[in-house]
């Protein structure tokens, strides 16, 4: 407890719109602790951004009604001003974005987006503030930093731009960096580049890490932790290897048999999940999955399963007919 | 020099949209002179434009007369370049009041929204929907004596709904997007966002808006000219110098088409260049 960095309690995230309250995030809790990598996975449209943005204060305050708490070291945001916000924000906790194409002004050298931060809120000079961009560019694997802190982003690649996305991002070495679908615009080879480029920041800055994303091969490795959302909810939560190999929520094994496997012979048909994913604004008293799991029972569709505790310390899951643990070892 | 040629071997130059083309320089000009002839109007060697010579009425153009006279023996040509005064005038300063106010408020509506947006958007979407030209006509027949003042200070004020909604929607298209939530999230004040964020990014649109805006102005300038609503007479300015050349059309042609050609001439060359520019700096849609 003493060393949570991010500690969420009950956290709710409610829009309102003209169809009615929109439930995007519900009673999620979760820690994490310091220099821990945890990863959410889940559908798109389970709340995995919402989540992400509702942690960071940086919903919207007039159609969205966020309850429970969020403590970030000791500092609750839920509910916070911006003001107060702006005091976290880049110096405690930073984001990286789904999307390296809209992450980056277009009309600014990509330098002076990283050198704005550092005189903002560091109070750098402007050649210290240059030299250290500079620095910040070279850190993320940018060729000829010198010359690139002139270029503008539609200068670069892709995997460029995420690169100096991150760079700004660790401008001022926050203690907690959300990775929202870090690598989703990229090329399945840059992809890796990246995520390895994230871990290695992780362990040189001594942060923790969020890692949101739809690929489990991404987390898979990186990831001390894994969280499973499925319509706003967490639905597993545990170790990595636990999830993987002891998972007992059938959504889990439906995610993990949906992603395609080297060893299969080719032209393997993936398994998909039956159906959609539910309208979050037609949302029944049973578990949210039930319409599309082939064990839901009566009482799955009656009743939403809270989360319970699995054998294995720190793993919990929420369903009334969960799956025989595999026992698989590491 | 050597960072320039450093530069040049790593990075080739921003990838823009369009390129500008000769025929914009050659409007760039048109508009040049017309702007220095109404600043220098009465340093240049014109005749004077309220001059009534006797022996010359409607005379074409010749050598004395450049292009002519009217039916009062003016002097046309030095008439049109003291009339361009009156319309950029208008043109310009009903503009800086339109973006003024309309501008600023556009930007801090679209960043803030919720119930400020709202507000303000609803009042002006109300102005909206009530015809500006009505308005305009009937405050200036009722506001008299007029002055070139007063008709910039209603054209002025009547354009404020007109920038503000296009400034809104510019905003607002912008501050969504992921890096002004980044800008926010690394720290960057709200007024930050404003100025460095925000306003470059919209600056080509509102750069073509102003100069179409210009134009539209100046055409009304000509509309309320020709009701007889702009300056007093003899004060020339183009709109009413086709209004009072309508009566001696058959007479003397040229008198309404020199001042039509420069009213023509002027508002192309400002439609054209305002949509020369927005393709031109259209960098937030460069192909990669």
């Known amino acids: 407890m003493s060393d949570a960095l991010l500690v969420v309690k009950d956290l709710a995230a409610t829009f309102h719109t003209a169809a009615g309250p929109l439930p995007a995030v519900g009673g999620v809790s979760f820690e994490l602790e310091k220099n821990e990598t945890l990863g959410i996975v889940g559908e798109s449209g389970s709340g995995k951004t919402v989540l992400a943005r509702t942690i960071m204060g940086l919903q919207p305050r007039t159609n969205v009604t966020i309850t429970g708490s969020v403590l970030l070291n000791g500092v609750q945001t839920v509910g916070a001003s911006e003001d107060e916000m702006r005091r976290l924000w880049s110096t405690e906790v930073s984001m990286v974005f789904q999307d390296p194409m809209t992450s980056l002004n277009p009309v600014m050298r990509i330098g002076k987006q990283i050198d704005e931060t550092l005189r903002v809120r560091l109070g750098m000079s402007r050649e210290a503030a240059r030299a250290r961009a500079i620095e910040l560019l070279e850190m993320v694997g940018i060729p000829s930093p010198t010359e690139r802190y002139r270029a503008y982003p539609g200068q670069l690649s892709g995997g460029m731009r995420q690169r100096v996305v991150i760079a700004t991002a660790l401008a001022c070495t926050p203690q907690l960096l959300m990775a929202d679908e870090p690598t989703t615009g990229l090329d399945v080879t840059i992809q890796a580049q990246i995520l390895n480029l994230l871990d290695t920041l992780k362990e040189q800055l001594h942060m923790s890490v969020v890692l949101i994303t739809h690929d489990l091969g991404v987390v898979a490795t990186r990831t001390s932790r894994l969280i499973v959302m499925y319509a706003g909810r967490i639905v597993e939560i545990g170790a990595t290897h636990d999830v993987f190999t002891n998972y007992r929520m059938p959504y889990t094994r439906a995610l993990l048999e949906s992603s395609p496997k080297v060893a299969n012979p080719a032209h393997t048909r993936l398994i998909a999940i039956p159906g959609r994913p539910p309208n979050l604004l037609r949302l029944t008293q049973g578990c949210a999955f039930a319409p599309r799991c082939a064990y839901a029972s009566d009482r799955c569709h009656q009743e939403r399963p809270e989360l319970e505790r699995a054998a294995e310390p720190g793993h919990s899951f929420a369903c009334w007919n969960p799956l025989e643990p595999q026992g698989g070892r590491p | ?288």
């Open chain 2, 1 to 288: 020099m050597s960072e320039l040629l450093e530069e040049t071997s790593l990075i080739e130059k921003p990838d823009r949209g369009e390129p500008l083309g000769p025929l914009f320089w050659i409007c760039v000009g048109w508009l040049a002179l017309n702007v220095l002839g109404a600043i220098f109007a009465n340093v240049l060697p014109l005749q004077d434009p309220l001059f009534q010579n006797y022996s010359f009425i409607n005379s074409g153009p010749s050598l004395h007369h450049l292009l002519g006279t009217d039916d009062l023996g003016r002097d046309i040509f030095s008439r049109v370049v003291y009339g361009s005064r009156v319309s950029i005038a208008v043109g310009v300063g009903a503009m800086i009041i339109g973006f003024g106010v309309g501008a600023p408020l556009g930007m801090l509506a679209a960043y803030r929204r919720g119930r400020f947006d709202l507000i303000l958007t609803t009042v002006m979407y109300v102005f909206l929907a009530f015809p500006a030209i009505v308005a305009v006509i009937a405050v200036l027949s009722f506001w008299t004596p007029r002055a070139l003042v007063k008709i910039i200070l209603v054209i002025g004020l009547a354009s404020i709904p007109l920038v503000y909604r296009v400034i809104r929607t510019a905003t607002m298209a912008i501050a969504t997007k992921d890096y002004i939530i980044a800008a926010k999230v690394q720290g960057a004040t709200d007024r930050r966002i404003l100025v460095k964020e925000l306003l470059p990014n919209i600056a080509p649109i509102a750069v073509s808006f102003l100069l179409i805006g210009i134009a539209t102005v100046v055409t009304l300038e000509g509309a309320l000219a020709f009701l007889g609503l702009s300056v007093n007479p003899p004060t020339p300015s183009w709109g009413n110098m086709i209004n009072e050349s309508r009566t001696v059309m058959s007479q003397n042609p040229w008198l309404v088409l020199f001042p039509s050609l420069a009213l023509c001439l002027f508002l192309l060359c400002l439609n054209f260049i305002g949509d020369r520019l927005r393709s031109h700096f259209d960098v937030t849609e460069v192909k990669l």
